[in-house]
């Protein structure tokens, strides 16, 4: 998610876009809307809740989190309360045997998954909310991988800060295979070379953020990555903390923020 991969970085559409998959390629792609959800095939593997203190299976391949479930499709005024309330996050529901599941994901990363589960949490209608582990790997994920920001838990400079930064706005793309990755706040993270900065926000639907963004967001949450500079636009890479520019190696491998378009 986007990514906030603690980020809950929707993560993310960003955290309420999907990409144009074609429902032969894979089960997940979404095949029909009503009431304003995207629904995905029955065939879509969704895996199984996991309820109360059930420990996630190592062998997990994805991670959903389920945000309801309901006698069919859930209602319209559901699906508006939840894009008010948790803007970008790619919701979608699968119907099967009856039963309407809300969900959003998939995430391939448990990490990332359990930070949008918390956010989902904080949002009255959907307390409830589960995380669902399957043991099929996701070939062909049907949604983008970009959950949101959080913003800090001092209230006062969340109050501050919202006046300058939507958070919303931005994420960090999640690694693939084949990325360099390294670990902070135990969790991966991705490091490109300004050549692949831009193009991996453009898959996320997002352009590479400015030095304005950077510090911005950086003075907004204390969830950014910060072990190591940021690629930002006019291949500057840019210490988040301090905002000044510290190179222009267009080869160093670096962090990269994205901004919504």
Not at 4 to 28: D, E, F, K
Request: with cysteine; aromatic share 6%.
């Amino acid at each position: 998610m986007g990514r906030w991969r603690g980020l809950v970085i929707s993560l993310v559409v960003t955290w309420g876009m999907s990409t144009s998959v074609n429902a032969a390629q894979t089960p997940c792609a979404i095949i029909d809307n009503q009431q304003g959800w995207p629904i995905i095939g029955e065939t879509c593997d969704i895996g199984n809740g996991l309820w109360g203190n059930e420990s996630p299976d190592p062998q997990s391949s994805a991670f959903w989190v389920q945000c309801g479930a309901t006698k069919g499709v859930p209602s319209r005024q559901f699906y508006q309360s939840l894009r008010q309330g948790l803007p970008d996050l790619p919701f979608q529901v699968q119907v099967r045997e009856g039963r309407g599941r809300c969900l959003i994901g998939p995430y391939q990363n448990l990490d990332v998954a359990s930070l949008v589960l918390k956010r989902v949490r904080q949002f009255g209608p959907t307390q409830q909310a589960v995380l669902r582990q399957t043991r099929q790997p996701l070939s062909e994920p049907a949604v983008i991988r970009l959950p949101p920001l959080a913003e800090t838990a001092s209230s006062e400079r969340s109050t501050m800060k919202a006046n300058t930064v939507n958070l919303n706005h931005f994420g960090l793309p999640e690694p693939e295979a084949g990325d360099k990755q390294y670990t902070e706040k135990a969790m991966n993270w991705l490091r490109v070379p300004y050549a692949e900065a831009a193009p991996r926000c453009q898959q996320e639907g997002m352009v590479l953020a400015s030095q304005q963004d950077l510090t911005q967001v950086a003075k907004a949450t204390d969830q950014l990555p910060m072990r190591l500079p940021y690629w930002v636009q006019g291949a500057l890479g840019v210490d988040a903390k301090t905002g000044a520019v510290v190179t222009r190696n267009q080869d160093a491998a670096l962090n990269v923020l994205c901004k919504k378009r």
